[in-house]
Structure formats: structure tokens, C-alpha cells
């Protein structure tokens, strides 16, 4: 066992992980600085925050080891997935039934973090993965199993249709629009990605759109819904954050100081002034926001330049894999993290509306690393085969 485990490790993408070590070292170091603060104004440890983040840093490059060994094959089997896809649906369900009993478990306006003494977890950022995980398998399948007979392909695609949208809908009224829109780009993207004729990708957008709609519909009638002021405050924030700083813009308003007073070199590690109670929770979804004040827009462009550089590996991989579930656990991977990285860049700069989705790697956040680390597992696993079976290959 273990001469396989060497074997397997000599085959390292040190391009993947090399930047995922560096982006880990920074977002702990920002994580600090951005909350100790805050911390020790409130009468908490300074490092509180840190230390938590290197636990869940400490976690997450185990599971990227244990995703890296492990055989891909144990991932398409049926019972995994359905005790997965189970598991998070009860977890969203529970979310769901949380925001009716307690509204006062919300968090910036959405229930969707499951308590568990001193960490939490977000169960909508496990359900990227398995959606990737399910519509890689789904998939990959497609090229044995579509018919010429419109009605078996109905049959196909009904029960992956039917689960992709229901789970979109259970985190879209939590609320979590950014976490929702995640998932159906993911789904879009994997749709194309496989080679399906577009039609077909288009009508199974559309059934997924009316299936989540109806879903919305069914829980609204249920008086399940929350968070839609919330949201649109959000919205009206963005585009028009000075006249309404005291009704949601002020974060971005804040975003904006944070930006100018770093310029290009920044004011020195540790000297921001906005993460001082000017900025929410600056060590989540501003987190780039203080890097940029503190380290300087060079400060920001080099992390930026690390991010770009590992989305740009991951669809390499992707490109090159020769079977079409590996080159779609990559798609879908690669797709989690340029997508996050977008949505929160965009929402500090003012280009998106605030979605609350966090900077992979460096903001602060247990589920996310997690989740993000377990799936570079799975695209160095898919780079170790793609690299053993050129050098056998050649030889």
C-alpha cells in the first residue's frame, strides 16, 4: 500500500498545490490582521479567529491528501452519492425549518449555517461539490445512455434535473442568491462542457428554472421564504451606495475607503483603519478589501495573479484529461472558484451586487476550505492519472 502511495505522490501537480499553500498562508496571516481588532475590542482572544482558521487550513490539506489517494471510482458509486445527496438535503431542509422557529439564527439576513458548539458549517457549500460530483457522473454517462427517442432522454435527465434545481431552491431562500447562482452556473457550465448538443442543454435549463420556480412557489405558500427585503436592499445598495450608505451601502461605501487608502503599496501590514468598525466582518467578505488598504493594490494583484493561476491549471487539466468525468470534476472545480473569486471581487469593486461569497483560500470560513480543498484533491488525483498515463504512454 504504501509503495503505491509513493508512486502515486511522485506525480504531484506542484503547480496546483504550491499556489493553494501560499494562498493559505496569506488568507491566515489577513484573517489575523483583519480581525484581533475586533477581537480584543469585544473582550475575545486577538487570535481567535486565527487560530480557527488554521484548524480548518490543518483539515482541509488533510482532505486534499485523502481526495488526492483516494480512487475516483468510489465517488460514482450509487450508494455514496445517494447518502451524500441525503445527507445535505436534510441539512438544508433543517436551515429551512430553523428560519421559521428562530429568526434570530440568521446571520446578515440568512439562516444557513448549522451551529456546532464552537464551529459552524454551511451546508450550501458542500452541496458545490456534490452537484459537481453528481453531474460529472450523470454526464460522463450520457454518451452510452442517450437515445434518439426524445422520451427516454426525458427519463434520463429528470431525476439530476429535479435534484439540481430543488437544491438550488432550498439555498436561494435561505437567502443565499450568490450560493444559487453558484450552483446553476456550475450546472450550466458542466452541461456544455460534456459535449451535449445545445438544445438539449437548453431545455434542461428551462425544466431546472420551471422545477425551481415551483419549489419557490411551494415554500412561499408555506410561508417559507425569508430575506426578500434583505435582498432587495442589497440590490438598491449597490447601485446607489453614498445616498443609501445607512441602508445596506455602507459596506461597500467602506470597501471603497479601505481601497483608496491603501494605493498601490499599501499602509503596512496590520494598519488598516477600515477594519477597525467601519467595515462589517471584514475578515469574510472584505477581506480583500483590507489586504488591498494594508498590502497595497500590488499586494492584492499578486494574490489575484496565484487565484488566476490555479483556476488556469485546474481547466488545463481539465482540457487535457481523456476521460469526460475527470475533465468534469475539473470543469466544475475550476468553475467554484473562478465564480466565488468573481462575485466577491466584483462586490467590493461595486460591479456586482453584494452576494456575501467569500474569497477561496483567504477569507475566513471552515465549509468553504474545506470544500475548495477537497476538490484540488480531486483535480491533483486527476492530474497524477493524466501524468502516469503519459509517462507509460511513452515508455
Given at each position: 500500500m504504501w509503495h503505491k502511495l509513493r508512486d502515486k505522490a511522485q506525480y504531484l501537480d506542484y503547480w496546483?498545490?504550491?499556489?493553494?499553500?501560499?494562498?493559505?498562508?496569506?488568507?491566515?496571516?489577513?484573517?489575523?490582521?483583519?480581525?484581533?481588532?475586533?477581537?480584543?475590542?469585544?473582550?475575545?482572544?486577538?487570535?481567535?479567529?486565527?487560530?480557527?482558521?488554521?484548524?480548518?487550513?490543518?483539515?482541509?490539506?488533510?482532505l486534499l491528501l485523502f481526495s488526492f489517494f483516494l480512487k475516483l471510482n468510489l465517488l460514482r458509486k450509487p450508494k455514496f452519492l445517494i447518502g451524500v445527496t441525503v445527507v445535505i438535503l436534510l441539512a438544508l431542509f433543517y436551515l429551512l425549518v430553523l428560519s421559521r422557529i428562530r429568526p434570530d439564527a440568521a446571520i446578515n439576513g440568512a439562516t444557513a449555517w448549522i451551529n456546532l458548539g464552537p464551529f459552524s458549517i454551511q451546508p450550501a457549500e458542500f452541496a458545490k461539490l456534490l452537484i459537481v460530483l453528481y453531474l460529472a457522473n450523470m454526464l460522463s454517462k450520457r454518451e452510452k445512455n442517450l437515445s434518439e427517442h426524445w422520451r427516454d432522454n426525458v427519463k434520463l435527465f429528470s431525476a439530476p434535473v429535479i435534484l439540481v434545481a430543488v437544491i438550488i431552491a432550498f439555498v436561494l431562500v435561505q437567502p443565499d442568491t450568490g450560493g444559487a447562482a453558484i450552483l446553476g452556473i456550475i450546472l450550466l457550465v458542466l452541461l456544455f462542457a460534456s459535449g451535449i448538443s445545445f438544445w438539449w442543454g437548453i431545455s434542461i435549463i428551462s425544466a431546472t428554472l420551471a422545477v425551481i420556480t415551483?419549489?419557490?412557489?411551494?415554500?412561499?405558500?408555506?410561508?417559507?421564504?425569508?430575506?426578500?427585503?434583505?435582498?432587495?436592499?442589497?440590490?438598491?445598495?449597490?447601485?446607489?451606495?453614498?445616498?443609501?450608505?445607512?441602508?445596506?451601502?455602507?459596506?461597500?461605501?467602506?470597501?471603497?475607503?479601505?481601497?483608496?487608502?491603501?494605493?498601490?503599496?499599501?499602509?503596512?501590514?496590520?494598519?488598516?483603519?477600515?477594519?477597525?468598525?467601519?467595515?462589517?466582518?471584514?475578515?469574510?467578505?472584505?477581506?480583500?478589501?483590507?489586504?488591498?488598504?494594508?498590502?497595497?493594490?500590488?499586494?492584492?494583484?499578486?494574490?489575484?495573479?496565484?487565484?488566476?493561476?490555479?483556476?488556469?491549471?485546474?481547466?488545463?487539466?481539465?482540457?487535457?484529461?481523456?476521460?469526460?468525468?475527470?475533465?468534469?470534476?475539473?470543469?466544475?472545480?475550476?468553475?467554484?472558484?473562478?465564480?466565488?473569486?468573481?462575485?466577491?471581487?466584483?462586490?467590493?469593486?461595486?460591479?456586482?451586487?453584494?452576494?456575501?461569497?467569500?474569497l477561496p483560500f483567504i477569507s475566513y470560513g471552515g465549509s468553504s476550505m474545506l470544500v475548495l480543498a477537497t476538490g484540488l484533491g480531486l483535480v491533483l488525483n486527476v492530474s497524477a492519472q493524466e501524468k502516469k498515463a503519459l509517462k507509460m504512454k511513452q515508455s
Open positions: 496546483l498545490l504550491i499556489p493553494y499553500v501560499i494562498l493559505c498562508a496569506i488568507g491566515a496571516l489577513m484573517v489575523y490582521s483583519a480581525s484581533s481588532d475586533l477581537m480584543s475590542i469585544h473582550g475575545a482572544k486577538p487570535d481567535a479567529y486565527f487560530t480557527k482558521q488554521l484548524i480548518y487550513i490543518g483539515l482541509g490539506f488533510g415551483a419549489a419557490i412557489a411551494g415554500l412561499s405558500r408555506l410561508n417559507l421564504t425569508t430575506g426578500v427585503n434583505y435582498r432587495f436592499n442589497r440590490i438598491l445598495a449597490f447601485l446607489e451606495p453614498f445616498k443609501l450608505e445607512n441602508m445596506g451601502g455602507s459596506q461597500l461605501v467602506n470597501s471603497y475607503y479601505a481601497i483608496n487608502n491603501g494605493g498601490w503599496f499599501g499602509m503596512g501590514l496590520g494598519n488598516s483603519i477600515q477594519k477597525r468598525g467601519y467595515l462589517p466582518e471584514p475578515y469574510t467578505d472584505f477581506i480583500l478589501s483590507i489586504t488591498t488598504e494594508e498590502l497595497g493594490v500590488i499586494g492584492a494583484l499578486f494574490i489575484l495573479g496565484l487565484l488566476f493561476l490555479l483556476i488556469f491549471r485546474i481547466f488545463t487539466i481539465g482540457i487535457r484529461a481523456r476521460q469526460t468525468y475527470n475533465a468534469l470534476i475539473c470543469y466544475g472545480i475550476g468553475t467554484i472558484i473562478f465564480v466565488q473569486s468573481l462575485f466577491n471581487i466584483g462586490g467590493l469593486l461595486g460591479l456586482l451586487p453584494i452576494t456575501g461569497v467569500t
